[in-house]
Each structure stands twice: as structure tokens, then as C-alpha cells.
């Protein structure tokens, strides 16, 4: 998901959607590949979540430079 699709949506909204929900799923789906015998599938679920989480950084950054610019524009049009 763009951070520019929604450019009202809260950063924690967009956060919640684009990082947080998939990791939960993927690393739900490595612990559930886990229990079932399935080691090779349990490690890429665990490969793709930490792959998310690694991104959290860069997200985050992008969605503060989104609403700095925001809140800029807001101040020169008032």
C-alpha cells in the first residue's frame, strides 16, 4: 500500500496495515508450519516476517516526511 494512496489516514492506521497486521499473519503462519512438521515453510514464514519488520524503519521515516509535508501545507495556505 502507497503511503500516498491515503494520504489522511493516520501513520499508526498505515502502520497497522502495511507492517504490523502481515507480520502477525506471517509470523502466526511460521508458528502453525512449526507445530505441523513443516520446517521448510515454518523458516521462509519466518524469513518474509523479519523481511517486514526490516522495512518498519524506511516506512516509518516515509510516513513522517508524508505528514511533515502535509502539515507545511496546511500552514501556508492558512
Known amino acids: 500500500m502507497s503511503n500516498h494512496q ?16 502481515p507480520t502477525a ?8 508450519f512449526a507445530t505441523t512438521g513443516e520446517w521448510l515453510l515454518a523458516g521462509f514464514m519466518a524469513v518474509v516476517s523479519t523481511g517486514s519488520l526490516i522495512t ?7 510516513l513522517a516526511a508524508r505528514d511533515a509535508a502535509a502539515a507545511k501545507v ?3 495556505e492558512s
Open 25 to 32: 499473519i506471517t509470523l502466526g503462519m511460521a508458528v502453525y
Open 56 to 62: 518498519y524503519p524506511w516506512y516509518k521515516r516515509q
Open 6 to 21: 491515503h494520504a489522511d489516514m493516520p501513520a499508526k492506521k498505515v502502520l497497522a496495515r502495511a507492517i504490523f497486521i
Open 74 to 76: 496546511e500552514n501556508t
